[in-house]
């Protein structure tokens, strides 16, 4: 891989995705974190891991654990989004749809992001040179080919959430005369628009700029956008709202994600 910044943060998340594997596959505990979302050994091992990789590109480390723990870096600049474990509700349920998510931002834009599905080997990253899926192959990676969102002129598929629903998302699909739909877990929604197999993706529900950042670059990366409901690219780095993200559209187009957005905006209103 020609992308030096990139490389590492595959090669990071290959390694956590060695460290949930291992406690995928034996009994497990899970806890409530102050929040009420869940965490297991194998979200605090895989961080750890991840950050151990990434000290070499020294740059801030905003991390789902890290932050629960108390640790929030100042954020100037570039910095690394990090969930070690996104869809742990998923990895709970032993259903595989989790996956490992970094990303490396620029002026508090997703500019660089990796999603690994450890369950299955499938892997998702993009940057400057464009989008790319594959699968790991032990600690390597194999099958490698670039992707793209779908550009056909064709009836509108939607992602929806498996674990986080909203009633609006019908309204929303019969306002946009959405066709059909696929379910899954966790970012990767994002890869699904990314590779053409979907076309929006919309979220009612609260998300972690770490639940995000990662899919968000890859869809970029991919000729996708995702935008707030009032049209504007979403961004990282916001201590003063706990890091949450407003509600946003991941859309194959420009043109998609805003009608889509002032759909959503009408719904909510």
């Given amino acids: 891989m020609s992308d030096r910044l990139l490389d590492l ?47 070499a590109h020294p740059v801030p480390f905003l991390g789902e654990e890290s932050v629960a723990a108390g640790h929030v870096p100042e954020l100037d600049g570039s910095f690394f989004v990090v969930d070690p474990l996104d869809g742990t509700k998923e990895f709970i349920r032993r259903n595989g749809e989790f996956t490992v998510n970094i ?15 450890p369950a299955t080997g499938e892997v998702f990253f993009g940057g400057p040179d464009g989008a790319f899926a594959g699968r790991v192959d032990g600690r390597d990676l194999a099958d490698l080919h670039p992707i793209s969102v779908s550009d056909a002129d064709r009836p509108l598929r939607i992602v929806a959430s498996r674990s986080h629903g909203h009633a609006a998302t019908r309204d929303l699909c019969d306002a946009l005369a959405v066709a059909g739909d696929v379910s899954v877990g966790s970012s990767l929604k994002f890869c699904l628009l990314a590779e053409g197999k979907a076309e929006l993706y919309p979220r009612f529900t609260p998300t972690s700029e770490w639940d995000t950042a990662a899919g968000q670059a890859v869809l970029e990366a991919a000729g996708g956008v995702v935008v707030d409901l009032a049209g504007r690219p979403l961004s990282c780095g916001h201590p003063e709202s706990r ?27």
């Fill in 9 to 55: 943060m595959v090669r990071a998340a290959i390694g956590a995705a060695e460290v949930i594997n291992e406690v995928y596959h034996r009994d497990f505990d899970a806890e409530a974190k102050a929040d009420g979302s869940p965490v297991t050994e194998a979200d605090q091992r895989a961080e750890a891991l991840i950050i151990e990789v990434l000290r």
């Fill in 103 to 117: 990303a490396l931002t620029e002026h508090n834009r997703p500019r660089r992001g990796v999603v690994l599905a």
């Fill in 243 to 269: 890091f949450l993200n407003p509600y946003f559209v991941a859309a194959s187009s420009q043109d998609l994600a805003l009608r889509a957005a002032a759909e959503m905006r009408r719904l909510t209103a």
